[in-house]
């Protein structure tokens, strides 16, 4: 599985997008919304000096690990599971 740069920056900015939407939703629905988007906010600040295979790997790998810690993360699993069979076709 042979990704670009471009592509791995594309997916890790769709998904975070995506992330953030589904928590500003239970956030929403909880009360706590402001906590959530300025954690994200922080993520989002750094991701461009994410600039190495490496660092890629690295960031991909501890935020599906993480996954396993979030509450009905499934659906955002699946998604990305279609997309990154999507890049793959196209690479």
């Given at each position: 599985m042979?990704?670009?740069?471009?592509?791995?920056?594309?997916?890790?900015?769709?998904?975070?997008s995506?992330?953030?939407?589904q928590?500003?939703e239970?956030e929403?629905?909880?009360?706590q919304g402001?906590?959530?988007?300025?954690?994200?906010?922080?993520?989002?600040?750094?991701?461009?000096k994410i600039d190495?295979k490496?660092?890629?790997?690295?960031?991909?790998?501890a935020?599906?690990k993480?996954?396993?810690n979030?509450p009905?993360?499934?659906?955002?699993?699946?998604a990305l599971?279609k997309?990154?069979q999507g890049?793959?076709?196209?690479?």
């Open positions: 042979n990704l670009t740069k471009k592509q791995l920056k594309r997916i890790i900015k769709e998904e975070l995506l992330l953030n939407e928590e500003q239970q929403q629905e909880q009360g402001e906590k959530q988007i300025s954690d994200v906010a922080v993520i989002l600040k750094y991701l461009p190495t490496k660092e890629y790997a690295q960031l991909i790998s935020i599906i993480h996954a396993q979030v009905n993360v499934k659906p955002v699993l699946v599971k997309e990154l890049i793959i076709e196209e690479a």
